[in-house]
């Protein structure tokens, strides 16, 4: 206990630089985690016969399909600067994790908004798609490695809510997962992404916190 006190003093005593050190680490390390886990992603995805859609470049310019990245974007960059001021003890989530919050409502909500004007078969042949199953399973299988890129810089920190940044951790994670898993999706319905996307990224924050919990524990 002596020896965390210790650590969380000298993070205190030395914010900027520590923050700025501890932000570019977070950054690089995920980054490079990102892009292999993507491209060995595709390839998988392209070996099981679901390759990157030959007009995607075409399709992107529709926003609906856009937003199926766009989106998940928005999670990830909301969520990684409260993952980064995490990894400092003094943090308090409060009113900071409000813009996270918002973006992880916008999926729903464009659900809802698609599905209240159909009657019940409509809304259950888009809920249902065509592959939610393998869309929930590829955005999971994708955010573990990015969960474990990320505790591992988490434990260079001095974090002290270990589940609830574990928990952002695996939503940051999951929502690098949806963009990826985007380019093979043919699913450009909300109803459908707007319900699957969203509880991919919710279960890979899930898993976030129970690593947290395991590996961030002082």
Known sequence: MTQ????IEEYCADAKVTSGSLSRHYWTVLVLAALPIALIG?????????????DYF??????GVALKQVIPLM?????APIIIMLMRPETRLSGNILPLVAALSILPIMMVWTLAPLTGEVRFSLIQGDGFVQCLLSISALSVGLIAAQITVLRNGAVTKPI????????????????IYAFICTEDSPAFYGLWYTAGILFAGSIGAAAGKIFLKW
């Open 75 to 79: 999670i990830l960059l909301t969520g």
């Open 42 to 54: 595709l390839g998988i995805f392209h070996l099981a016969g679901a390759s990157v859609r030959p």
């Open 58 to 63: 075409d399709l992107i310019t529709n926003a």
């Open 4 to 7: 965390s006190h210790s650590l």
């Open 164 to 179: 609830a940044t574990g928990a952002i951790a695996g939503a940051a994670a999951g929502a690098i997962s949806a963009m």
